[in-house]
């Protein structure tokens, strides 16, 4: 059974960090692409980030650019997601996504495996 659970998140103020964690398993978590992604309370889930399966490439939301690093350490299973100068605007609940297809991740919510997601709150 594949379960795919994120850590991490937290009150931070204004201006500080997060380090976001997602560790997979029950699948083969080198074939996976990764994404993070966030929905904030009335809004629709967004993209913020998609590696691919080695971890040499990642695409970022213009949103987050320069401020947010996505990696992955395929031999712990694990997907991270570091978020420095975090803004108010960067409130929502997080969720990792997996998926065999680069496509399918990018393509918004249709990815095979979520997350329960992990809560972000900047204060202002």
């Known amino acids: 059974q594949v379960q795919v659970v994120e850590s991490g998140g937290g009150l931070v103020q204004a201006g500080g960090s997060l380090r976001l964690s997602c560790t997979a398993s029950g699948l083969t978590f080198a074939d996976y692409y990764m994404g993070w992604f966030r929905q904030a309370p009335g809004k629709e889930r967004e993209g913020v980030s998609y590696?691919?399966?080695?971890?040499?490439?990642?695409f970022y939301a213009d949103s987050v650019k320069g401020r947010f690093t996505a990696s992955r350490d395929n031999a712990k299973n694990t997907l991270y997601l570091q978020m420095n100068s975090l803004k108010p605007d960067d409130t929502a609940m997080y969720y990792c996504?997996?998926?065999?297809?680069?496509?399918?991740?990018?393509?918004?919510?249709?990815?095979?495996?979520w997350g329960q997601g992990t809560q972000v709150t900047v204060s202002a």
């Open positions: 996504a997996a998926d065999l297809s680069w496509s399918t991740l990018r393509g918004g919510t249709g990815a095979k495996y």
């Open positions: 590696t691919t399966r080695g971890g040499g490439q990642t």
